[in-house]
């Protein structure tokens, strides 16, 4: 099963879309899932780790996939890809 973390922002207009579409695709998919916060102790650590730089970022299994809003097809391959 893969697990998804998306780092957003309460100041981010483009993390709503990315929520949506997450949430969305958990309904289809089978995978874990968690939201935090880049300002957040644990979203800091995150963002260090993954030289993120802009919101929202998507992390699978512990790999940076995706800065902004990926369309729900990228995003239904890299799970597909990831879920092993």
Request: hydrophobic content about 40%.
């Amino acid at each position: 099963m893969a697990n998804v973390t998306l780092l957003v922002s309460s100041s981010c207009g483009a993390c709503p879309s990315a929520k949506s579409l997450w949430k969305g695709l958990r309904v289809k998919y089978s995978f874990s899932y968690r939201e935090i916060d880049i300002s957040s102790p644990d979203g800091q650590e995150l963002a260090d780790r993954h030289a993120v730089r802009a919101v929202p970022a998507t992390i699978i299994n512990g790999r940076l996939t995706f800065v902004g809003v990926p369309s729900r097809q990228s995003a239904e391959k890299a799970l597909a890809l990831r879920a092993s």
